[in-house]
C-alpha cells in the first residue's frame, strides 16, 4: 500500500489582510490540502497567528489549522493550554499545536519580552508541552516545574482529538531543540529545503536523543518545508522564473541557482523531486507558494501532483 501524503499551505501573512486569508485557506480547504499554517510573531505588520486561526476555523471544514509554529515564550503555557481547547472544540478536532522555544530576539525585546539562553528557552518549552498535555487529559491537572505550575487546575471542556491535539515542535538545534522533539513532539518540523542528505542527519540526531529517552522514533512524524513554483509547461515555468529573478532583482540563472531545493516546474517534475523525499519516509510536506499565492498554482498543485500521491 502507498504511503498517505499529506501537504500543508505553508503562509506567511506578512501583507495579508482577513479577506486574503479567507480566499487562501477556503479554496485550500475546498482542494483538499491536510493543513495550512501562520507564523507566530508579535512585532510583524500582520495579523496575530491565533486571533486569525480562530477566525479561519469557523470559515472552513476539514483543513487542519497549524502555528507554525508559536513561540512558547509569548504565552502562559496555562493559557495556551485553554486556548488551544478551546481552537479544537471550535474546528471541530482539527488542531495542529505547533510551538517551538521561540527564536525571534529582536520580536521579543521591541515587545518586552525577556529572551532567556537557547538551552533555557528549550527547557522552558519541554516544560509548557508537559503541562499543556496534563492540562489537556486530566480531570484536574496538577504540575510543578521549575518554570510553570499548575494546582489542581480543569481546563474544561476537552479538546475534540484524544488521546489530544498533536504537537509539533519547530526548529532545528541539534543539542538541545532536538532533545525536546524527541522527548515530546508528535510531528518535528526541523529545517527549510533540506537535501535528503540533511534530513537523515537531523533525524540521526532525534534517533539518538531517542535512544537516551528510550523513545520509538517512529512515533514522530517528520515534515520538510519547501518552496513550489510551478507551472502547465516548461514555456510557461520559464516565464515564471524570469518574473521572479526580476522582482528579487537577481539574474535568471542566480534565480534558477536559489531553487535547487525548492519543488519547481510542471507538475510532472514536481512529482519527480516529491518522490525521493516520500521514498526516503518523509510523508508531510508543508508547501510555500509565492505571494500573493496564486490560486492558479494551489489548483494545479492539487490537481496535477497532490493526486499522485494520495
Known amino acids: ?66 502555528p507554525l509554529v508559536l513561540g512558547n515564550t509569548y504565552r502562559p ?3 495556551l493550554a485553554k486556548m488551544s481547547a478551546t481552537l479544537d472544540v471550535i474546528s471541530g478536532g482539527r488542531l495542529e499545536l505547533g510551538i517551538g522555544a521561540g527564536g ?21 518549552l519541554e516544560e509548557a508541552v508537559e503541562l499543556i498535555k496534563k492540562s489537556w487529559t486530566e480531570p484536574s491537572a ?5 518554570y510553570y505550575s499548575l494546582d489542581q487546575s480543569v481546563n474544561e471542556p476537552k479538546p475534540v482529538q484524544q488521546p489530544h491535539p498533536p504537537v509539533l515542535i519547530g526548529g532545528h538545534g541539534e543539542t538541545h531543540l532536538l532533545r525536546a522533539v524527541a522527548g515530546h513532539a508528535d510531528i518535528c518540523n526541523i529545517g527549510f529545503e533540506m537535501s535528503l542528505e540533511e534530513h537523515r542527519s537531523k533525524m540521526e540526531i532525534v534517533q539518538r536523543h531517542c535512544d537516551d529517552l528510550r523513545r520509538d522514533p517512529s512515533e514522530i512524524e517528520i515534515t520538510h518545508n519547501t518552496r513550489v513554483i510551478i507551472a502547465e509547461s516548461e514555456q510557461e515555468f520559464e516565464a515564471l522564473a524570469v518574473a521572479g529573478a526580476a522582482s528579487a532583482n537577481v539574474t535568471l ?30 510523508h508531510y510536506f ?24 494520495t
Open 104 to 124: 525571534g530576539t529582536g520580536d521579543h525585546r521591541a515587545s518586552g519580552l525577556p529572551f532567556p539562553s537557547t538551552s533555557e528557552r528549550v527547557r522552558m
Open 142 to 146: 496538577t504540575f510543578q516545574g521549575k
Open 1 to 66: 500500500m502507498s504511503p498517505h501524503v499529506k501537504f500543508g499551505v505553508r503562509m506567511h501573512q506578512h501583507g495579508y489582510n482577513f479577506d486574503d486569508l479567507k480566499r487562501v485557506w477556503t479554496q485550500a480547504d475546498r482542494l483538499g490540502y491536510h493543513s495550512a499554517t501562520l507564523y507566530d510573531l508579535l512585532n510583524a505588520p500582520a495579523l496575530e497567528c491565533w486571533t486569525a486561526l480562530s477566525g479561519l476555523a469557523t470559515l472552513t471544514e476539514r483543513i487542519r489549522l497549524t
Open 77 to 79: 503555557p496555562a493559557l
Open 253 to 282: 540563472a542566480d534565480y534558477k541557482k536559489s531553487l535547487s531545493g525548492a519543488i519547481a516546474g510542471t507538475p510532472e517534475q514536481c512529482v519527480q523531486q516529491l518522490s525521493k523525499y516520500v521514498e526516503d519516509g518523509t
Open 286 to 309: 508543508f508547501v510555500l507558494f509565492p505571494d500573493p499565492i496564486p490560486s492558479e498554482s494551489l489548483d494545479l498543485f492539487a490537481r496535477e501532483v497532490m493526486t499522485h500521491f
